[in-house]
Antibody, heavy 125, light 110 residues
């Protein structure tokens, strides 16, 4: 079964740090780009960061640049998000999501097809 | 403020057909395909439509997607009570080098 399982969330004070993990199973993790997406309480989905299959390409949304670092370990089938200088507005459920490619057209089409159940991050004093 | 614009709510009665719109710009919907997600209360998003019109295996053919220019739509026919959920559109944005989402549409089955 294709599965993503996030962990590492919790309660942290403003200015603190957390490291989220996402364990992948049931597919060849090293062949896929991955994303982190978050959802603040009662709000919509917000893309946070992207990492290519080989880690050669990384992108962040503006609000986390310089504070968050995405990484992966293909040998361990794991994705990570190091979050520093946390703010109240970072409070959210954090989902990892696999990025798949539709090769039936050219240019190729991209979509996030497998999502974990999420891990909750609460930034509060 | 979400980059993609969706109506905050939609509703219909069982058996009806409802549509949810998603409006973007040339850097996202205008140059990329649209994906739709269904999020039931307390659960993770589930892929409903990819590449603007394609359904993953297991998604009923009551769900369909379309795209024209910088807008897209999700249609749900034969509405059922279990369709009550939040629906999000998403697209890659070439200017932002990332994914953008709509604000979500809460679908109520009356």
């Amino acid at each position: 079964e294709v599965q993503l399982v996030e962990s590492g969330g919790g309660l942290v004070q403003p200015g603190g740090s957390l490291r989220l993990s996402c364990a992948a199973s049931g597919f060849t993790f090293s062949s896929y780009s991955m994303n982190w997406v978050r959802q603040a309480p009662g709000k919509g989905l917000e893309w946070v960061s992207y990492i290519s299959s080989s880690s050669s390409t990384i992108y962040y949304t503006d609000s986390v640049k310089g504070r968050f670092t995405i990484s992966r370990d293909n040998a361990k089938n794991s994705l990570y998000l190091q979050m520093n200088s946390l703010r109240a507005e970072d409070t959210a459920i954090y989902y990892c999501a696999r990025e798949n490619i539709d090769y039936t057209n050219h240019p190729y089409y991209y979509y996030m097809d497998v999502w974990g159940k999420g891990t909750t991050v609460t930034v509060s004093s | 403020q979400s980059v993609l614009t969706q109506p905050p709510s939609a509703s219909g009665t069982p058996g009806q057909r409802v549509t949810i719109s998603c409006s973007g710009s040339s850097s996202n919907i205008g140059s990329n395909t649209v994906n739709w997600y269904q999020q039931l209360p307390g659960t993770a998003p589930k892929l409903l439509i990819y590449s603007s019109t394609q359904r993953p295996s297991g998604v009923p053919d009551r769900f369909s997607g379309s795209k024209s220019g910088t807008s897209a739509s999700l249609a749900i026919s034969g509405l059922q009570s279990e369709d009550e959920a939040d629906y999000y559109c998403a697209a890659r944005d070439d200017r932002l080098n990332g994914w953008v989402f709509g604000g979500g549409t809460k679908l109520t089955v009356l």
